[in-house]
């Protein structure tokens, strides 16, 4: 991206939005996830245990749902540093012989 004109601090937003953008896709569809499989794994148990407890055995609430989908876009926040540092600190020549 430096080879066409691309700062060191646009090459690092790109790389680090990115990785964001990728972390909240993670923390929605693994919410969803959770949720989904949490009321099948519940099935699953009932179905399996013959004396399996009454009530809920599993429960994905909001306060879970909400902690886990912001710790994933923290973490991804975090994650993004050093490959974004990288990839805008790369000099064009390199980054097309290591194929990075």
Do not use: N, Q
């Not at 009321?39 to 699953?44: H, I, K, R, W």
């Amino acid at each position: 991206m430096k080879a066409i004109g691309a700062s060191k601090l646009d090459i690092f937003r790109f790389i680090w939005i990115e990785t964001i953008i990728i972390c909240t896709l993670g923390g929605v569809f693994g919410s969803i996830i959770a949720i989904v499989g949490g009321s099948g794994v519940e099935f699953l148990v009932k179905k399996v245990l013959p004396y399996a407890p009454k009530g809920h055995l599993v429960t994905v609430g909001p306060d879970l749902v909400g902690l886990s989908f912001l710790s994933a876009i923290i973490l991804g926040i975090i994650a993004g540093l050093y490959p974004a540092f990288r990839a805008a600190s790369m000099r064009p020549i390199e980054a097309i012989r290591s194929g990075e």
